[in-house]
């Protein structure tokens, strides 16, 4: 079962988490148990791709806070709520916790892999995205110092003009310093060049 | 001054004594023939000896004399009671003389002459047919009496129509028998109807022996028995007396003196009128009118009367009495003689019924009532139970939808197990197994549950372990701690608690205490909700509950406000949970209070008497 995604199961009543555990695995998945969302947290890996089917009403950490505290270790496990109460507050309450998706409990097999299944696919995009990011990443710290300083502000569109002024070189250096960098980051167009520095957040307005 | 007085005084003596001095009494003189004694002469004499005063204008000075000889045998030398009287009278100057029966009257019309010639005689209490009216002088009167001695058989025979023998009681002396002589003659045709015992030749012990023998349907005419065979006399109602004590026969009589002594009754002759209009002759006599000039007719039988007593006795009903009878000596009925007692008695006891009846009544109401508000009361505190309930709905829904989500997940894995090849029988067993405890949970949620909406019209009284309910009380609880994010605990000591109460009550009195507790707490930091429900021995009869709170606490001058009804601080709160909490508490003998902790929060403490004091 190497390679098949692993589901965390997080509820703190064993005979709900057991036949779930045995549901998801008859179903071809892989299974974490957790008693609680603390102890999720204190090994929050997303190497093994996957997500969370959390229980709602765990009174120690609720959803919101789980998720925060998952996106600041950096994992990116998506999470699939289950409720037992099945009532609107409580919906609400699991809505504006930023679930995907919401269960109420007891759930049949259908949806529940279906909401599972949709977990997966949110899981693989923003890995994907995430490795691109990476990629981009790696790309721009082979920049020089000179060569990121001038790409920063070619995205920002100034001229090579406005741009030797403001460094105090020439204007020769600098669209040396601009073809430099736009092969280091295989761009050819200033476009592709501004769309990098939008997706690694370099656009934000500066403080200065 | 002193000497007028004196002289009027004995002015004054002197005047009365001159009036005294002139009214000289008349002397009468009552001659007897049988003694003073002698019924029914006694009475009459008796009687006139009252009424001649009466009647009579001035004093009267009366004398008395019996020839007596008349009980005796008819011939016999007179002469020395002649001289008798005469020594006792002759010089007596007497005003009247009464005879009173046929012997003296015929003594006295013989020696008139030597005895008092000139004396006026009143003939009294003699029978007609012995008074021999030509022989009467101008200076003799009589006041006669007829008895129509038919006239007493024949009441006597309608009275009592079966009667077959009549035995004649009377006595043997001279006149009596003189009697016997006539009456045989009258009763001579009554002969075929009825038979006559003559009883006059018989001695006292004799008749009562007769009398007391005599054969059914037997009645006694008695006409006094003056002197018996033996020459014994009988004087007053003594023979009468005694046959009436025996009581073998009806006795019946013809003189008014015997009625009420013992006859039945019937017309009888009256003593008294005789006595009176005698009296009334002798005045007029005395007064100075000539005694032939009065003639009066003579008495007869009245209207018959009879004796109450003696026709009960002889069961004689008054419908067969004669017309115009009267009947005297009635016992008198209670209501106559307690007429007055009777009334009150029945006025109290009237208004005590009334008042039993109104208190009756009232008692029925105000069980009625009582049982009602009871009623009310068990109502009022289901519907609390139901409250709490509603508030705990949500968090029992949860806990319930946690093993049927197992038991819908077990179910789907087994479907997707059985589809395989092959299926995986042993983990589709474990499967079942596994169902089947998550089956077992969810009952055990809706039994616990389930206990709060019993409805009861009864209280449901059982001794029971104060620990169990609390033990129920924090199954119940617990989902909704957990779901308002509340540390729920309860210390449980090791002894048993054992209290009498409802269960269901008391399991209630803990919820409501707790989820007032938990309410509290809503605007405190998650960390520091915390409910614990405390058990501790008060004395060695007492148990007291403690449900602890960290909540707001509650503003020292309301601690006791708060077990009023409709008391509320929350939004949506009914304000009789605590309220219900007190009444239910304090029926099973126990007392509950409110404090606030120094470390903030409340607490709500209850006691309640053990079923079994704990030895200490």
Known sequence: ?208 | MRPVCASALVAFFLLVMSGVATAAPKRVLLLHSFGQEFAPFSEFSAAFRKDLPQQSAGPIDLYEASIETARFRDSQDEGPLVQYLRALFADRNLDLIVTIGDPATHLLQRYRAQLFPSTPVLIAATEQRLIDAEVLSANETSVGVTINFDRVVDNLLAVLPETTTVAVVIGNSPLERYWVGELRKLFEPLANRVHFLWFNELSHKELLERVASLPPHSAVLYLDVWVDVDGISYEHDKVLTELHAQGDAPIFGYVDGNFGRGIVGGPLLSVSAISRRTAEVATRILGGQTPSDIKTLPFGLGAPEFDARELQRWNIAESRLPAGSIVEFREPTIWAKYRWPLLLTAVVLLAQAVIIGWLLFERRRRRVAELESRQRVLEVIHLNRTVAAGALSASIAHELNQPLGAVQSNADTAELLLAGSPPDIDQVKEILGDIRVANQRAADIIQHFSMLLRRQSEVDLQRFDLNEAIADAVRILSAEAKKRGISLEANKLRQPLTVRADQVHLLQVLLNLALNGMDAMSGVAPDLRKISIQTALAGEAKVEVSVVDSGVGIPKEQLKEVFKSFYTTKQHGTGLGLSIARTIVEAYGGRIWAENRTEGGAVFRFTLPLAEPYPI
């Open chain 1, 1 to 208: 079962m190497i390679g098949a995604p692993l589901i965390r199961v997080v509820d703190d009543d064993s005979l709900f988490r057991a036949a779930v555990a045995r549901l998801l695995r008859a179903a071809g998945y892989q299974v974490a148990l957790y008693e609680s969302g603390d102890q999720l947290l204190q090994n929050p890996s997303d190497v093994d791709p996957g997500c969370i089917l959390l229980d709602m009403r765990m009174s120690d950490l609720d959803g919101l806070e789980l998720q925060d505290r998952l996106k600041e270790a950096g994992c990116i496990l998506p999470i699939v709520f289950l409720t037992g109460y099945g009532d609107i507050p409580s919906s609400v309450k699991a809505i504006k916790a930023g679930a995907d998706d919401f269960l109420s409990k007891p759930v049949a097999k259908g949806p529940l892999l279906a909401a599972i299944d949709r977990a997966l696919a949110r899981y693989s995009a923003l890995r994907a995205d995430r490795d691109r990011i990476g990629g981009l990443r790696s790309h721009l710290s082979e920049l020089t110092t000179r060569e990121l300083e001038v790409f920063l502000l070619v995205v920002r569109g100034k001229l090579n003009k406005e741009i030797a002024f403001e460094i105090g070189t020439s204007e020769r250096t600098v669209k040396a310093h601009r073809h430099s960098a736009m092969k280091k980051l295989k761009v050819r167009s200033v476009a592709a060049a501004v769309s990098i520095a939008e997706r690694l957040g370099m656009l934000k307005p500066q403080s200065d």
